[in-house]
């Protein structure tokens, strides 16, 4: 069984950067992709990045350039590099595993960008 919790949200201004982790524990996923979404309320979730074992990465458009995604396999934890923050980056972030059955989630961490 795998649990990941998630950390480092919060609310910043417009311009400013975010770094969120996710711990992961238990066993079965360190070769599996792992990654983060996003909801916004109202919407529906979306990727905004993907990272394998491997290091090999994937971002939404509408976060490359500003959003980097990095993982370290010797602790478990992935993390994701939020700079130039603007409004429309507000949602809930929620870190993910994937499996051949699907994707395990945290409980998701709370980002607001507001002045």
């Known amino acids: 069984q795998v649990q990941l919790v998630e950390s480092g949200g919060g609310l910043v201004q417009p311009g400013g950067s975010l770094r969120l982790s996710c711990g992961a524990s238990?066993?079965?996923?360190?070769?599996?992709?792992m990654g983060w979404y996003r909801q916004a309320p109202g919407k529906q979730r979306e990727l905004v990045a993907r990272?394998?074992?491997?290091?090999?990465?994937n971002h939404a458009d509408s976060v490359k350039g500003r959003f980097s995604i990095s993982r370290d396999n010797a602790k478990n934890t992935v993390y994701l590099q939020m700079n130039s923050l603007s409004p429309e980056d507000t949602a809930v972030y929620y870190c993910?595993?994937?499996?051949?059955?699907?994707?395990?989630w945290g409980q998701g961490t709370q980002v607001t960008v507001s002045s």
């Open positions: 993910h595993v994937e499996f051949q059955f699907g994707l395990v």
């Open positions: 238990g066993s079965g996923f360190s070769g599996n992709p």
């Open positions: 990272i394998t074992s491997g290091g090999r990465t």
